[in-house]
């Protein structure tokens, strides 16, 4: 069974960083393209990132709204996805998710989702 | 604003069918076949539904069907349940997005 578990979301000011995890089970994580989607309060979803599993070259591609300040990454001796956010603004407020990604257009499975809470 | 136009609502009684259309451009539903669909009840996480147009992943009834017409995709529930009641959301391969996705802005279903 397919299961994506987030965590180190939270509270945060204006201008701080977090660091988001996503540890990974039920599947080949090591080849596996993963993405982050996030939901504002009370609106619609958003792919924020994208990283390409180990066979295809590992690399990472982000949403114009946080290119430069979000960095996807992976561990995949610990089959665990991150995402650190740094210079966060009230915009990045969210629920993140942790998904699969398998076709680069389609996300199967998604993790429970973390409350980013950015305020002063 | 989202990429892909939805209706924010639509409603049904149970045992009805409804439909909910998802309306793109030429460089994103109108032009490949790979809508797919997400079902979210309040407080819990998407659920893919519909993939590549009209396929449905294992597990998911049969009373969920997707197509598409030019540049709108349609996802239809037919003899609906109280459970069907949530927001669902479309998304699309996209050649004007960085990421190569766009989403719908949503459609809440309301089963009356």
């Known amino acids: 069974e397919v299961q994506l578990v987030e965590s180190g979301g939270g509270l945060v000011k204006p201008g701080g960083s977090l660091r988001l995890s996503c540890a990974a089970s039920?599947?080949?994580?090591?080849?596996?393209?993963m993405s982050w989607v996030r939901q504002a309060p009370g609106k619609g979803l958003e792919c924020v990132g994208r990283i390409k599993g180990k066979n295809d070259g590992g690399t990472t591609d982000y949403a114009a709204p946080v290119k430069g300040r979000f960095t996807i990454s992976r561990d995949d001796s610990k089959d665990t996805l991150f995402l650190q956010m740094n210079s966060l603004t009230t915009e990045d407020t969210a629920v993140y998710y942790c998904?699969?990604?398998?076709?680069?257009?389609?996300?199967?499975?998604w993790g429970q989702g973390i409350l980013v809470t950015v305020s002063s | 604003q989202s990429a892909l136009t939805q209706p924010a609502s639509v409603s049904g009684s149970p045992g009805q069918s409804i439909t909910i259309s998802c309306t793109g451009t030429i460089s994103d539903v109108g032009g490949y076949n790979y809508v797919s669909w997400y079902q979210q009840h309040p407080g819990k996480a998407p659920k893919l539904i519909i993939y590549e147009v009209s396929n449905r992943p294992s597990g998911v009834s049969n009373r969920f069907s997707g197509s598409k017409s030019g540049n709108t995709a349609s996802l239809t529930i037919s003899g609906l349940q109280a459970d069907d009641e949530a927001d669902y959301y479309c998304?699309?391969?996209?050649?004007?997005?960085?990421?190569?996705?766009?989403f719908g802005g949503g459609t809440k279903l309301t089963v009356l």
């Open positions: 998304s699309s391969y996209a050649t004007s997005s960085t990421l190569d996705v766009v």
């Open positions: 039920g599947f080949t994580f090591s080849n596996a393209w």
């Open positions: 998904t699969t990604d398998p076709t680069g257009y389609s996300f199967d499975y």
